[in-house]
């Protein structure tokens, strides 16, 4: 044998792992260049995916903020509702404070003054005006009395007990006697 038919062989070859035979079968096979019809599919499914991932993020992100609201509100809710409990639970001191001061007790105007208008700056309102049209959302007609000749619709006669709002719901209807 020929040196040259001992290198052609590649069994002799000491950098050849033992069974590979020639330098074809070292190699992977080489692949096709991609043509522009797959490479314009390819960006065309890379696209579609982008826009669907887009899509769900937005929906997501709305989502989220429509829940950031609605959690932002629940909890101002919530708060309204803790002010009107703490309100509710001090009518029977303001109303003590009116009887006192009815029945001529003196010190009370200012004590019930100042709690009244603590209440009345976190949202606590006066239900009590006289002549004004009876509301039965408001008003709890404890008496009546014929009204006014001409008079076309109930008044508040007199009140008896003042009703109490916090921030626009009636936490106590004030009791009235209604005129007509």
Not at 28 to 55: G, Y
Not at 117 to 136: K, N, T
Request: hydrophobic share 40%.
């Amino acid at each position: 044998m020929t040196d040259s038919a001992v290198a052609d062989d590649g069994a002799s070859d000491p950098e050849q792992p033992d069974g590979i035979v020639g330098d074809d079968a070292s190699e992977e096979p080489e692949l096709a260049p991609p043509t522009v019809e797959d490479l314009i599919d390819a960006l065309e499914s890379v696209s579609r995916e982008r826009d669907e991932n887009f899509d769900h993020w937005q929906r997501v992100s709305a989502e989220f903020a429509n829940f950031r609201k609605q959690a932002e509100k629940r909890n101002a809710e919530y708060a309204a509702q803790a002010g009107s409990r703490l309100a509710l639970a001090l009518l029977p001191v303001l109303d003590a404070c009116e009887a006192a001061a009815q029945q001529g007790v003196e010190g009370i105007d200012a004590v019930a003054s100042q709690l009244k208008g603590a209440l009345e700056r976190q949202g606590l309102q006066v239900i009590a005006d006289e002549s004004e049209p009876f509301d039965p959302n408001r008003h709890e007609a404890a008496m009546t009395e014929p009204g006014d000749e001409g008079q076309t619709e109930p008044i508040v006669g007199q009140v008896l007990r003042t009703g109490y709002a916090w921030n626009g719901r009636v936490l106590r209807a004030a009791m009235v006697k209604v005129k007509g």
